[in-house]
């Protein structure tokens, strides 16, 4: 096995370790600390913070909250989610009537808390599930305003590499109002998010293998910590191998990477009997 990383350190985080609860109306696996559950030792991974792979019954949900002071997206995997915020106005982006957004597969929503914001994340559906990642991270300042973003990423390119979905907005954490308007992503296609931080996902095919550039040459901090999740898709006939490394990770796990630095390549192979979606976040 070749190791292009060996300078890396790479640590499995099992399914079996993350947190989890069923409530019924959600199944719910936690990767770091959540709610009411907490683990010293997964607390955070640089300004990652949060990444909890929900199950929503049909007619159930999150109903109205609200957050301040963190960058939230929801990776929608199968089934359908609707969204309501307090910011959401008739003709605002994706507003598919006057006061919701229905997402789906493929689609992304992200969300800055910052000084306050209310939303909803139900599914209204009368019979499907809803499986989605809820991701959070930890912006670069405090106080930020108020945003919202939703975004569909195409499933064919997602085929073909790892596909961004989050990069740094242009402008950094000194942005300009004009920026901070013009809400420009480092990376064209992608979502802005106010942290040095960067999300892309793939679907790899098995035996197939793909290569992650660290850092996507859009992030300011050369020192990287890389996240991969394997979501549970496949009801457990996808796996996948880190830098050629022994250990193999299955459906649920993830892996903290380490000593890396931007431009260092990643490879990430897929072992099982069926394709393998892996989300990958890169962070400082």
């Given at each position: 096995?070749?190791?292009?990383?060996?300078?890396?350190?790479?640590?499995?985080?099992?399914?079996?370790?993350r947190?989890?609860?069923?409530?019924?109306?959600?199944?719910?696996?936690?990767?770091?600390?959540?709610?009411?559950?907490?683990?010293?030792?997964?607390?955070?991974?640089?300004?990652?913070?949060?990444?909890?792979?929900?199950r929503?019954?049909?007619?159930?949900?999150?109903?109205?909250h609200?957050?301040?002071?963190?960058?939230?997206?929801?990776?929608?995997?199968?089934?359908?989610?609707?969204?309501?915020?307090?910011?959401?106005?008739?003709?605002?982006?994706?507003?598919?009537?006057?006061?919701?957004?229905?997402?789906?597969?493929?689609?992304?929503?992200?969300?800055?808390?910052?000084?306050?914001?209310?939303?909803?994340?139900?599914?209204?559906?009368?019979?499907?599930?809803?499986?989605?990642?809820?991701?959070?991270?930890?912006?670069?300042?405090?106080?930020?305003t108020?945003?919202?973003?939703?975004?569909?990423?195409?499933?064919?390119?997602?085929?073909?590499?790892?596909?961004?979905?989050?990069?740094?907005?242009?402008?950094g954490?000194?942005?300009t109002?004009?920026?901070?308007?013009?809400?420009?992503?480092t990376?064209?296609?992608?979502?802005?998010?106010?942290?040095?931080?960067?999300?892309?996902?793939?679907?790899?095919?098995?035996?197939?293998?793909?290569?992650?550039?660290?850092?996507?040459?859009?992030?300011?901090?050369?020192?990287?910590?890389?996240?991969?999740?394997?979501?549970?898709?496949?009801?457990?006939?996808?796996?996948?191998?880190?830098?050629?490394?022994?250990?193999?990770y299955?459906?649920?796990?993830?892996?903290?990477?380490?000593?890396v630095?931007?431009?260092?390549?990643?490879?990430?192979?897929?072992?099982?009997?069926?394709?393998?979606?892996?989300?990958?976040?890169?962070?400082?």
């Amino acid at each position: 096995m070749s190791k292009a990383l060996s300078h890396a350190k790479i640590t499995p985080h099992r399914s079996a370790t993350r947190g989890h609860s069923d409530h019924g109306w959600l199944n719910t696996y936690h990767s770091f600390s959540f709610a009411d559950w907490f683990n010293p030792n997964f607390t955070h991974f640089g300004s990652l913070r949060v990444l909890n792979e929900d199950r929503v019954a049909p007619n159930s949900g999150f109903p109205t909250h609200p957050h301040r002071d963190f960058e939230i997206f929801s990776y929608i995997i199968s089934g359908e989610l609707t969204h309501r915020d307090s910011m959401l106005k008739k003709g605002a982006e994706g507003a598919q009537s006057d006061k919701f957004f229905r997402m789906h597969r493929g689609d992304v929503q992200f969300t800055t808390g910052g000084t306050g914001i209310a939303h909803s994340e139900y599914n209204e559906h009368n019979r499907d599930t809803v499986h989605f990642l809820q991701i959070w991270a930890i912006p670069w300042k405090r106080g930020l305003t108020p945003r919202y973003h939703t975004r569909n990423f195409d499933e064919e390119k997602k085929r073909l590499g790892f596909v961004p979905i989050l990069s740094p907005l242009k402008g950094g954490p000194e942005a300009t109002h004009q920026q901070e308007q013009a809400a420009e992503p480092t990376i064209d296609g992608t979502i802005p998010i106010h942290a040095d931080f960067v999300m892309s996902a793939g679907i790899i095919a098995p035996q197939k293998k793909f290569e992650w550039v660290v850092g996507a040459n859009a992030t300011e901090n050369t020192k990287r910590k890389v996240y991969i999740h394997l979501p549970m898709t496949k009801k457990g006939k996808a796996s996948i191998r880190l830098d050629g490394r022994e250990d193999v990770y299955s459906e649920g796990d993830g892996a903290f990477i380490d000593d890396v630095r931007a431009g260092d390549k990643l490879s990430v192979e897929s072992l099982g009997e069926a394709e393998a979606e892996v989300v990958l976040l890169d962070t400082a």
